[in-house]
């Protein structure tokens, strides 16, 4: 498949399922990550802990229903809707600054 391919055929994040994925799944697709065209030290925290992915979205849910926007609260007033769209894992990208390669992969 070339790359425009893959672009055509992603998947929204409506298409996620809660299936759990295997630590070499979820290690795969973060070291993807690291092929990206990156500036400045990344670090990849790949979040697969289901009571802490309940929590974030949790907490997402409730900021959606204090901001003040309308569409937001909308969402979040709907009890089928999930902020993290009821992903078995996610990775988080952060970065510091400066220019270094990733430097590791923590799972959360």
Same mark, same amino acid.
């Given at each position: 498949? =070339? ?39 990344? /670090? ?41 769209? =009821?992903?078995?894992?996610?990775? !988080? ?6 220019? /270094?390669? !990733?430097? =590791?992969?923590?799972?959360?």
């Amino acid at each position: 498949m =070339n790359t425009i391919e893959a672009i055509k055929t992603r998947k929204s994040p409506n298409a996620f399922n809660d299936e759990p994925l295997t630590r070499e799944e979820v290690t795969t697709i973060a070291e993807a990550g690291a092929y990206a065209p990156i500036f400045g030290k990344v /670090h990849f925290t790949v979040v697969d802990d289901k009571d802490l992915i309940n929590k974030i979205d949790e907490v997402a849910l409730e900021g959606m229903r204090n901001s003040g926007n309308n569409f937001m609260m909308k969402l979040a007033s709907n009890p089928e809707y999930s902020a993290v769209r =009821n992903a078995a894992a996610f990775v !988080v990208i952060s970065s510091e600054g400066g220019l /270094h390669e !990733v430097t =590791n992969i923590n799972f959360a």
